[in-house]
């Protein structure tokens, strides 16, 4: 019987890796960045003092050593990869962290009578097989005007990561040879779109490893839409990261069973949603109709690529074409996203050689993962 691969954890059990590691050497900047996270979603530091937590996917623990620094009264943290959980515990008990709890589970397994009063999904639930079913599932385990956090990835924000996974594509069009060998081509060519990056982070590899060489063929993403349409029954839309709603309405009008916080959010985001594509500028609001058709039409990218890497080269053309249908649709507002766009493409077109000397792509990126926080209404 065919063995039933789980995304990230099969990947990751599979090579002994757990890519998703954090630079805390300078411990003082990386509580301000998680710090200003928090804050962002609405989350003071002293809302987390003595508060029940319940942390899905930490990784290697290095972004859970700022929420235990809080003191929150109890700390769960559920994951299913064996190497991620041990460095997970060794890091909290490394900072002499108590009241933390360490569970070895796959996310759709995990089952607990308890309710948390703060529930954390970040970077876990985008790239699954069934994300809305991932999604349900651990929101469930909110109390009351608790408060539940994920991220988000969608086609637009992800759209550069999407071109940077077809470099793979192309270099190794029959799939990936030993991680080693496949970090040596990926290596040169992608480094220098990183260094652009000036709060990067991660090392190299592992962002590299988790999100070039991972398989995602079969998976899907995930958009705030998506997770505000799934939840809405059962919570409100609260803050986010990046911000983009505004609601000027009076507080003394927002009454009755439903507020309209969740239709406020959809309505901001289709509104701003281009600001999502390049994360070099900020854009003022667009229409309604302009954002559901990017949204759309980026949505395409996404399918073309998994069509791709599950060995369908027939689809390279329709790819070139979207991309370039793309860079018509931007250019107005954002040319030099639309030159990166058709510099890319043309990349790709040429074998991604490393010696070509590229002016644009390199430089552009999406905002990659939304954070969105929500309050539950009905547990």
Same mark, same amino acid.
């Given at each position: 019987?065919?063995?039933?691969?789980?995304a990230?954890v099969?990947?990751?059990?599979?090579? =002994?890796?757990?890519?998703?590691?954090?630079?805390i050497t300078?411990?003082? &900047?990386?509580?301000?960045r998680?710090?200003?996270l928090?804050r962002s979603?609405?989350?003071l530091?002293i809302s987390v003092?003595?508060?029940?937590?319940?942390?899905?996917?930490?990784?290697?623990?290095h972004?859970?050593?700022?929420?235990a620094?809080?003191?929150?009264?109890?700390?769960?943290?559920?994951?299913?990869?064996?190497?991620?959980l041990e460095?997970?515990?060794?890091?909290?008990? =490394?900072?002499?962290y108590?009241?933390?709890?360490v569970?070895d589970?796959?996310?759709e397994?995990y089952?607990?009578?308890?309710k948390?009063?703060?529930?954390w999904a970040e970077?876990?639930?985008?790239?699954q097989?069934?994300?809305? +079913?991932?999604?349900?599932?651990?929101?469930?385990?909110?109390?009351l005007?608790g408060?539940?956090?994920?991220?988000?990835?969608?086609?637009i924000?992800?759209?550069?990561?999407?071109?940077?996974r077809?470099i793979f594509?192309?270099?190794?069009p029959?799939?990936?040879?030993s991680?080693?060998?496949?970090l040596?081509?990926?290596?040169?060519?992608?480094s220098?779109? +990183?260094?652009?990056?000036?709060g990067m982070?991660?090392?190299?590899d592992?962002w590299?490893?988790? =999100?070039?060489?991972?398989? +995602?063929?079969?998976?899907?993403l995930l958009?705030?839409?998506?997770?505000?349409?799934a939840?809405s029954?059962?919570f409100?839309?609260?803050?986010?990261?990046?911000?983009?709603?505004?609601?000027w309405?009076?507080?003394?009008e927002? +009454?009755?069973?439903?507020?309209?916080f969740?239709?406020?959010a959809?309505?901001?985001?289709?509104?701003?949603?281009l600001n999502?594509?390049?994360?070099?500028?900020?854009?003022d609001a667009?229409s309604?109709a302009?954002?559901?058709?990017?949204e759309?039409?980026?949505?395409?990218?996404?399918?073309?690529?998994?069509?791709?890497q &599950?060995?369908?080269?027939?689809?390279?053309?329709?790819?070139?074409?979207?991309?370039?249908?793309?860079a018509?649709?931007v250019?107005?507002?954002?040319? =030099?996203t639309?030159?990166?766009?058709?510099e890319?493409?043309?990349?790709l077109?040429?074998?991604?050689?490393?010696?070509r000397?590229?002016q644009?792509?390199?430089?552009?990126?999406?905002?990659?993962?939304q954070?969105?926080?929500?309050i539950?209404?009905?547990?």
């Amino acid at each position: 019987m065919e063995r039933k691969s789980h995304a990230f954890v099969t990947f990751y059990s599979d090579n =002994n890796v757990s890519p998703v590691s954090q630079d805390i050497t300078d411990l003082s &900047q990386h509580f301000q960045r998680r710090e200003s996270l928090f804050r962002s979603l609405g989350i003071l530091p002293i809302s987390v003092h003595n508060a029940s937590v319940l942390e899905f996917g930490p990784g290697s623990g290095h972004n859970a050593v700022y929420t235990a620094s809080l003191e929150p009264s109890r700390y769960s943290l559920v994951d299913g990869n064996p190497l991620g959980l041990e460095r997970t515990q060794r890091i909290l008990e =490394n900072f002499k962290y108590k009241n933390f709890r360490v569970i070895d589970s796959l996310f759709e397994d995990y089952v607990s009578s308890d309710k948390f009063d703060i529930v954390w999904a970040e970077a876990c639930i985008p790239q699954q097989s069934n994300p809305i +079913l991932v999604l349900k599932h651990l929101s469930k385990f909110t109390r009351l005007s608790g408060i539940f956090v994920c991220t988000a990835i969608n086609s637009i924000s992800y759209l550069s990561e999407t071109i940077r996974r077809l470099i793979f594509s192309i270099l190794l069009p029959d799939g990936s040879d030993s991680i080693h060998y496949t970090l040596d081509l990926l290596r040169p060519r992608l480094s220098p779109h +990183l260094l652009n990056l000036k709060g990067m982070s991660r090392p190299i590899d592992d962002w590299i490893i988790d =999100n070039i060489i991972q398989p +995602l063929q079969d998976r899907q993403l995930l958009s705030f839409p998506e997770i505000i349409e799934a939840l809405s029954d059962s919570f409100d839309f609260y803050s986010s990261s990046p911000k983009f709603i505004t609601d000027w309405r009076w507080y003394k009008e927002i +009454l009755g069973q439903d507020r309209g916080f969740n239709d406020n959010a959809l309505a901001c985001y289709y509104r701003n949603n281009l600001n999502l594509i390049d994360y070099r500028y900020v854009f003022d609001a667009h229409s309604t109709a302009f954002g559901k058709d990017l949204e759309a039409i980026c949505s395409d990218s996404w399918e073309l690529m998994t069509q791709i890497q &599950q060995g369908n080269s027939s689809k390279w053309q329709a790819i070139f074409d979207l991309l370039a249908e793309i860079a018509s649709v931007v250019e107005p507002v954002t040319p =030099n996203t639309a030159l990166a766009i058709r510099e890319a493409s043309e990349w790709l077109q040429d074998g991604v050689s490393v010696e070509r000397e590229l002016q644009y792509f390199p430089r552009w990126w999406g905002r990659g993962q939304q954070y969105v926080s929500l309050i539950c209404k009905s547990a």
